[in-house]
Nanobody
Framework: HVQLVESGGGSVQAGGSLTLSCLVT???????MAWFRQAPGKEREGVAA????????YYAASARGRYTISHDNFKNTLHLQMNSLKPEDSGIYYC??????????????????WGQGTQVTVS
């Protein structure tokens, strides 16, 4: 069983930056880790993923060039550095891990474990 605890959200002005963190604990063989965003009234969507065995990453088009996903193996923490934030980046951000896929995936069907999320508001 895996536990996920997201942190680092907040309110920022457009153009600002935030770094989100996700502490992963428990037993799992996850190799793909990802961040998802859920805006009010919208479905949860993947924004960035990392394949921890090798470090390959994948970003949604909306995140490419502005977000950077990284994983600290020693602390078992996932990070998401977000720069040049826009109002449309607002939402609740969730992290997740998957042990069923062998690539960096932002497909929500590949993930089952979720934390409580952290709110990001860009105005």
């Amino acid at each position: 069983h895996v536990q996920l605890v997201e942190s680092g959200g907040g309110s920022v002005q457009a153009g600002g930056s935030l770094t989100l963190s996700c502490l992963v604990t428990g037993t799992f063989n996850g190799v793909s880790m990802a961040w998802f965003r859920q805006a009010p009234g919208k479905e949860r969507e993947g924004v960035a993923a990392i394949f921890t065995r090798g470090g390959s990453t994948y970003y949604a088009a909306s995140a490419r060039g502005r977000y950077t996903i990284s994983h600290d193996n020693f602390k078992n923490t996932l990070h998401l550095q977000m720069n040049s934030l826009k109002p449309e980046d607002s939402g609740i951000y969730y992290c997740s891990v998957s042990d069923t896929i062998g690539i960096a995936s932002i497909n929500i069907r590949d993930y089952r474990n979720w934390g409580q999320g952290t709110q990001v508001t860009v105005s």
